[in-house]
């Protein structure tokens, strides 16, 4: 039977990440002190499964490798060794390494690494230290010296009366020596009591065997009854009796050492030439290539489209004969429709959304190597690590996450000696918070660390021509400073953190995801950066409004408000900006027709409406002609299908089959900037005259 | 059709023993640790339990143990999935009521042949 084992190998590679991610935050509890004998159990398992998977799927340098892990933790958790804080270490040296090699193998590259062999050293060495018969992975090499011929074998079998108990029937092993040539069996029933006493579940007999070949090796015979050896009374004998001295020196497990080295090498044939195949392949095809999905939510969409089923038929069924009087129920049947799809749509995406603990569970890890290297005592806490969000999200924040996590290492606590003198612990707290707030996913990162200096910023941020001097700015305002390129306050630049790039990329990453970030901080107090993501980046909740005979959506979550224009003063302000004052502040205003160059009949202000926008802290109004409803828009890239256009960050297709065009509202903040300032050059925008025709 | 009850914590293993044995002919039930082979033995009948022994909840030593207790299961054959370094546990799983061993690696052609022999 030939089975192609690649089919498991992607399998293979997320359950064994899954299972370093299990090893290194279990490694990290042990870290704390917390020795428990669960926690070195699941430690074990994962290096366990890892090694008995990658030696059965071929990869003898992963499975060389945690064998020696292995042996190791299993000492620790038979509590013959005391885990140090070295063994520690090289332990989370090893999961990094093991996802190396992971990663390696899944491009179809040798796991064979000079770090794996420095490891292996190193553990080799602690157990050498305490024993000399620390084992390697390859079984010892048997031969199978079956080069002597004999005539055949006498079996003397007597096995425990519970033997059938345990599953294992001599009538089985009999049959199997009949396989290696001609068997002649003899009885005993000595030792069968009477009817009365007899049980039925016992086992009263033994036996003679005489199995004749002479191609038979008595460690084939020993195989037959491997499993019942302390069972049983075996003594095995050849008939040619000179030669039994020989035959003795091979033990049984010797024989299976033989048979198994051939497999491993059997197996490593066949890897070769899956290696080559998967080179081939594109890598990362594969990788996206699949997601695992919880059975619920399978069974949730199986559902949805059984009800969506229901309703089609009902519909078709007052299709096929319609009469004016059935309007009720088609309206009824559309309705259920809508619903459906809805539900569905829903259930397609919970598909797509993972628990945001994918994404928290390396800071950990990064929070002890960083502690370690600034010197800084900090204690990780982490709330709602279950809140889902969609994979494309929450592959794409991993890096913004990560600086911030950082920077809050860096720069926000304080070293264990300014904690105690500020009068507080000496142990700083890193909180990562993840929730859902409306359609959005809402992540904090919290420290309780010196927090933001207000002046410091402003005299940076002036310094490096960021800002002018005597402008009136909020704390906000202020805060907001440190997400602009080229900005950075660390006294001195840090492996850390800091080379005042970061966190501009930190802000441009998250508003490519139609994210926002905001920071807050008290002086001395500590900080806390938010983060607003979308749960998702297919579909968002839209308004539409017109402009002319154009269509525009504006993404539901960056409305604040909607008004009529009519009575609300617009003033000029200088550099040619207009402005309104709504409750005491005032807020630019951006013509959505002069924007984007739609040449217009002018509708007057007076029946104009303007939606009040945010993006990153910073308010517009829009004004345009209507609003029309708000609706799920499905968004299709407009670069792909057309080019990019400032101030549209994508387009969709409405019910009617019109295009209408999304709105970026951070674009068109800056935009509105822009065009204010060249109010007097007309046509200076890059708006396709047709969007129809894209 | 025999039944075969495949025990495994790792999905690749267990997909690996699944596939293996259906292809060979088997009808497979697999279960992911001893309580939920526990639960599915209980349920249908099954002629054989192939089971991995490290495993959370309940290992692969306590579900074969559970499993002999029930008198539906006193002659089932049960085989443990171990490796080569297993010594200990091949001794306490044959002490818990298991048939036999299969040794980690072992390659889908073995693994057909040992259940073939154990079913007969």
Known sequence: ?694 | MSVVLAVDDSASMRQMVSFTLKTAGFEVIEAVDGVDALAKAKGKQVDLVVSDVNMPNMDGIQLISELRSLPQYKFTPMLMLTTESGGDKKTAGKAAGATGWIVKPFNPDQLVKTVKKVLG
């Open chain 1, 1 to 694: 039977m030939s089975i192609d084992m690649e089919q498991f190998h992607q399998v293979f590679f997320e359950e064994s990440l899954e299972g370093l991610d299990v090893m290194e935050s279990s490694l990290m509890e042990l870290q704390e002190g917390k020795v428990d004998a669960e926690v070195v159990n699941s430690i074990f398992r994962a290096a366990h499964s890892i090694k008995g998977g990658s030696a059965t799927f071929g990869f003898a340098a992963v499975a060389e490798f945690t064998h020696v892990l292995e042996t190791l933790l299993d000492e620790v958790r038979q509590e013959t060794r005391q885990i140090t804080a070295e063994i520690i270490d090289l332990l989370l040296q090893s999961v990094d390494c093991l996802r190396d090699q992971m990663s390696a193998l899944e491009q179809g590259e040798s796991a064979d690494s000079a770090q794996s062999h420095e490891l292996k050293q190193s553990f080799q060495k602690i157990l050498d230290a305490d024993d000399s018969d620390a084992g390697s992975v390859k079984p010892d090499q048997g031969v199978d010296s079956n080069s002597e011929s004999s005539p055949g074998w006498s079996i003397f079998f007597k096995p425990e009366i519970e033997i059938v108990q345990s599953g294992n029937e001599p009538l089985r092993m009999f049959r199997e020596l009949a396989l290696l040539g001609k068997l002649e069996t003899t009885v005993h029933m000595d030792a069968l009591p009477s009817f009365a006493a007899l049980e039925p579940e016992n086992c009263y007999l033994y036996w003679d065997l005489k199995l004749f070949g002479i191609d038979i090796s008595e460690a084939q015979i020993k195989e037959v009854f491997e499993w019942v050896e302390d069972e049983a009374e075996i003594r095995i004998e050849s008939l040619d009796a000179e030669s039994t001295a020989a035959d003795e020196a091979i033990d049984s497990a010797e024989g299976m050492g033989a048979s198994q080295l051939s497999e491993v090498a059997q197996e490593e044939g066949n890897n070769a030439s899956v290696t080559e195949i998967s080179k081939t392949n594109s890598f990362a095809k594969r990788e996206s290539a699949s997601i695992r999905v919880g059975i619920d939510k399978v069974d949730e969409l199986i559902n949805t489209v059984g009800e969506l089923v229901i309703t089609q038929s009902m519909l078709s069924a007052v299709g096929e004969d319609f009469q004016m009087d059935q309007l009720a129920r088609l309206q009824h049947g559309l309705n259920q429709l809508a619903q459906n799809t809805r539900e569905l749509q829903e259930s397609v995406m919970r598909i797509r959304m993972l628990p945001i603990s994918f994404s928290f569970n390396r800071y950990p890890r990064m929070i002890r190597d960083l502690g370690k290297q600034l010197d800084k005592k900090v204690e990780l806490v982490m709330v709602g690590e279950q809140t889902e969000l969609d994979k494309t999200v929450l592959e794409k924040i991993g890096d913004p996450l990560t600086h911030l996590v950082r920077n809050s290492m860096d720069h926000g606590i304080e070293s264990p000696e300014e904690r105690i003198a500020a009068g507080k612990s000496e142990t700083g707290i890193i909180t990562l918070k993840a929730s859902h707030q409306g359609g959005n996913i809402v992540i904090e990162i919290i420290d309780d660390g010196k927090g933001l200096d207000r002046e410091k910023i402003l005299e940076k941020a002036i310094e490096k021509g960021l800002q002018q001097r005597g402008d009136h700015l909020t704390d906000e305002q202020i805060y907001q400073l440190i997400l602009k390129a080229g900005f950075s306050t660390a006294e001195q630049v840090s492996d850390v953190s800091g080379r005042g790039v970061g966190m501009d990329v930190v802000r441009r990453n998250i508003q490519e995801l139609g994210g926002s970030i905001n920071i807050d901080s008290q002086q001395g107090q500590g900080s806390t950066i938010t983060i607003r993501l979308p749960l998702t980046l297919a579909i968002l909740d839209g308004q539409l409004a017109r402009v002319s005979d154009q269509i525009f959506v504006f993404p539901l979550v960056s409305i604040i408000e909607s008004l009529e224009l009519q009575g609300i003063e617009v003033r000029k302000a200088a550099g040619g900006c207009d402005l309104i004052k709504l409750r005491e502040e005032y807020i630019p205003v951006v013509y959505l027709s002069e924007v984007f160059g739609i040449s217009s009949q002018p509708t007057s202000l007076e029946n104009s409406l303007l939606v009040v926008v945010e993006s990153n802290n910073e308010k517009i109004g829009v004004v345009i002609d209507d609003l029309l409803s708000q609706q799920q828009i499905v968004i299709k890239s407009l670069e792909e299908n057309y080019q990019k256009v400032e101030g549209i960050s994508g387009a969709t297709i409405l019910g009617d089959g019109r295009v209408a065009l999304i709105a970026d509202i951070g674009e068109l903040i800056k935009l509105s900037g822009a065009t204010h300032l060249n109010k007097m050059e007309a046509g200076s925008t890059t708006f396709p005259a047709d969007p129809q025709a894209a």
